[in-house]
């Protein structure tokens, strides 16, 4: 399929740099999260090495962990040739062992990746590995399991048989992701240890950690603390043994010896991790499990293994305990990763046939190059690595179940929806329940007043964490209380916000078309309270509301003042959704204000915006001629959900027209549209206020890019509209080597980025037919 993103062995990515003091830039390789929703994930880059982790709920750690992976032996006519599969570490552990020299040739799919290693660095076996979560669309219970999948296949090109062993082995993190932080971890491996397993179908090895008994206790009460699992599959002509741990974070010599030696694992007993020294690391007991076949001349084998971390405990900043989505099933011991190992490996070929095929309706929807159906496919991986709460309802406590996904790891908030609105039809399309759990949480907390004072990041200034009747501007931070401490944003004073309120609105009729009229009832007091609460701010009674001369909406370095294309064109479209939604709910009275209101608000929005070849930024404002990308973002998501138009499509086909012209063509180069220029395509002065002049002001937002491709192709500029997606994905993806961290921003002038791992690029789904089939 044309969708993979194949990259060749020699392929070298330009060097990044990261804009803000994050921990995600550098040039590190792209790598694929494995992991299930709200589990965490481990991710695998191109070398066969586990570079990022996302086992901390709320947190991302960058190390190349070489105590995970996989080795191959092959001995034959011509000698014994033995190679770890990934990069060697930098840090000189595993100093016995002998690594690839080369990256392999890699194709990658979310939620699978296929590395090959050609003869020559396996010694003459064609070794070609298949990795993968338990991500398959419509199936929430397989995709929120905690596992990675792995096929091996193993094929004798030559003319003579060979021997092969596969070597296995992965590392006890028991206590390694209970904190934050964002490098590897050290001194948290105190009482772990490992055990052979004996099972009839798996060779497997089970990796735990002792409590204040004999053995774990019966309910954890740390995060990141269970039981995991490494397993590999039994089958005929293939000899299977374990070794319970080595430790992973020594030499690696003896192991390694009796594995090229002889192709066996050294005998040895399991071992209790001790506290060492105070200047020494703890040890890290690690599993190996070493498979051996003898391949004749064109014969192919396929070993199949699993890794699976039964972690069953959320724990944010603050000390809230809740319990993560899987364990409604599995329950919340943490003893039970060799059972759900056994699920997942008999379930993996039929979720592997169900996700190929979605994967096919997604090309044939969307066009099976890379940067379309490709890169939509691709950035679902974000429902897994976005540092991805799901959890279980508890009905003891009356918690309910939450879902939310990070703004990025630099900028810690769930599910921000001055973000969401542009990501989350990618969450509704593959599991609406998870969608309408976020809109939930935000129709909980829109009633609600925190008078508690946060001071503003810039000013210093006191400020009210929420007021009533504003929708927060995320659902809170990890390292605070999320879902009942909300809004945690500090750089502006989102309180008086004029876009979270509408986009809110917007989600909630959009997912109502899905979700059904019975739920639309039960939202419908939410919207009429967004939209009551919001038109406050229409304070001359004509139908539009308007800004107050501050960055406040989402481009929070960019103000605006008086009526304004973006937030005055959301305003229109929420109207405009509103008033679906209370057509759905049987309430025409309700309805047919809304939509009185919003052909009010639509003569003056054109009136005071429309300039007669386009919409201007705003009426007021010192940018009111800037050319601001993502202006008429209201209106088009009005039309694609057919709401209706909020403002003549004339004027916005025009508007995006010159977008096109100049923000993308002229001041981007065709690379990437700039997010704000001046008329003639020059830079904008500095936006008062702004204590970076380089901030938005001069860069293109990825997300903003996808969004603004949808808006062209909802408006017929459907070639404009496929020259974005193609120059972006060649920019962004292939030249800088940023997917599965796609950022907020890039800078055109420089290798710079901002906020990786970002939750708005996820309006590549924009891309897609709507509605779109149950």
Request: proline share 7%; glycine share 10%.
């Amino acid at each position: 399929m044309r969708a993979v993103w194949q990259v060749d062995p020699a392929h070298r990515f330009v060097p990044q740099r990261q804009k803000t003091a994050g921990h995600l830039g550098g040039p590190d390789e792209p790598a694929l999260p494995l992991g299930g929703i709200g589990t965490g994930a481990v991710s695998l880059d191109r070398t066969g090495s586990f570079t990022r982790f996302t086992l901390k709920t709320g947190a991302v750690r960058l190390f190349h962990e070489p105590a995970a992976g996989f080795a191959l032996r092959v001995a034959g006519p011509l000698g014994t040739h033995c190679t770890a599969l990934q990069r060697r570490p930098a840090d000189g552990r595993l100093a016995g062992w002998s690594f690839a020299e080369a990256p392999a040739a890699a194709e990658f799919l979310f939620p699978w990746a296929r590395l090959t290693w050609p003869e020559v660095a396996t010694g003459g076996i064609r070794a070609v590995l298949d990795a993968s979560g338990p991500f398959v669309p419509g199936d929430l219970e397989a995709s929120s399991l905690p596992l990675a999948l792995f096929t091996w296949t193993l094929v004798n090109p030559g003319p003579a048989p060979l021997a092969v062993t596969l070597l296995a082995h992965w590392p006890n993190m028991n206590g390694w992701f209970s904190r934050f932080g964002r490098g590897r971890p050290h001194r948290c491996g105190v009482g772990n240890s490992n055990e052979i397993v004996d099972h009839p179908d798996m060779a497997a090895v089970r990796m735990g950690r002792i409590g204040t008994g004999e053995a774990i206790d019966p309910v954890v009460e740390e995060e990141g603390v269970g039981e995991m699992v490494l397993a590999l599959r039994r089958q005929p002509g293939l000899k299977v043994e374990s070794l319970a741990a080595f430790d992973g974070g020594g030499d690696g010599a003896a192991l390694w010896a009796a594995f090229a030696g002889e192709g066996r694992l050294p005998s040895g007993a399991p071992w209790l991790v001790e506290a060492p020294f105070d200047d020494r690391d703890t040890a890290i007991p690690t599993a190996a499990i070493a498979a051996s076949c003898t391949l004749q001349p064109g014969e192919e084998r396929q070993i199949a293994a699993a890794v699976v971390w039964d972690f069953p405990l959320v724990r944010f900043g603050l000390g809230r305990r809740h319990w993560r989505r899987y364990t409604a099933e599995w329950g919340r011991t943490g003893r039970n990763a060799l059972a759900i190992a056994e699920r997942a490996l008999d379930a993996a070929p039929a979720w592997a046939g169900r996700v190929a095929g979605w994967q096919r309706e997604v090309a044939r929807s969307l066009g099976d190059a890379p940067e379309a159906g490709g890169l939509a496919l691709q950035m679902l991986s974000f429902l897994v690595d976005g540092c991805t709460v799901a959890t279980a309802p508890e009905a003891e406590t009356g918690e309910p179940a939450h879902f939310a996904l990070i703004e990025c790891p630099d900028y810690a908030l769930y599910a921000t929806m001055d973000l969401w609105i542009y990501a989350s039809e990618a969450v509704l399309r593959t599991f609406p329940e998870l969608e309408a759990l976020v809109l939930e949480d935000y129709a909980r907390q829109l009633p609600r007043a925190d008078g508690r004072l946060r001071r503003h990041a810039l000013s210093g200034e006191p400020m009210p964490v929420k007021l009533a009747g504003m929708a927060p501007h995320d659902l809170g931070a990890p390292e605070e209380d999320p879902f009942h401490l909300a809004s945690g944003y500090t750089w502006r004073d989102a309180t008086g916000w004029k876009d979270l309120n509408a986009q809110l609105v917007i989600a909630i009729a959009r997912a109502g078309q899905v979700l059904g009229a019975g739920w639309q009832r039960r939202m419908l007091p939410t919207v009429g309270l967004a939209l009551d609460t919001l038109a406050r701010f229409d304070r001359d009674g004509d139908g539009l509301i308007e800004n107050d001369g501050l960055p406040d909406q989402t481009f929070d370095n960019i103000p605006m003042l008086g009526p304004s294309a973006y937030c005055g064109g959301l305003w229109l479209a929420a109207l405009l959704g509103g008033a679906a939604v209370a057509e759905a709910a049987d309430r025409a009275d309700l309805a047919a204000a809304w939509r009185a209101t919003a052909a009010r608000g639509r003569q003056a929005f054109e009136a005071a915006l429309w300039d007669g070849s386009r919409l201007r930024l705003d009426r007021d404002g010192p940018l009111k001629d800037a050319l601001l990308l993502g202006c008429v973002f209201g209106p088009c998501l009005a039309r694609r959900y057919g709401f209706g138009d909020a403002v003549d499509p004339a004027m916005v086909r025009a508007t995006l027209a010159m977008l096109f012209e100049i923000n993308f063509r002229q001041a981007g180069a065709g690379r990437a549209a700039r997010l704000i220029v001046r008329a003639d395509g020059g830079p904008v002065a500095h936006a008062p206020g702004d204590v970076d002049a380089s901030f938005q002001t001069s860069e293109a937002l990825v997300g903003i890019n996808l969004a603004f491709a949808a808006e062209l192709q909802a408006f017929g500029l459907v070639a404009e509209a496929a020259e974005v997606r193609h120059a972006l994905f060649a920019e962004v993806v292939e030249r800088r080597g940023l997917l599965y961290r796609l950022p907020a921003a890039i800078d055109l002038e420089d290798e710079i980025f901002r906020a990786p791992m970002n939750l708005r690029p996820l309006a590549a789904w924009l891309a897609q037919p709507w509605p779109f089939p149950a």
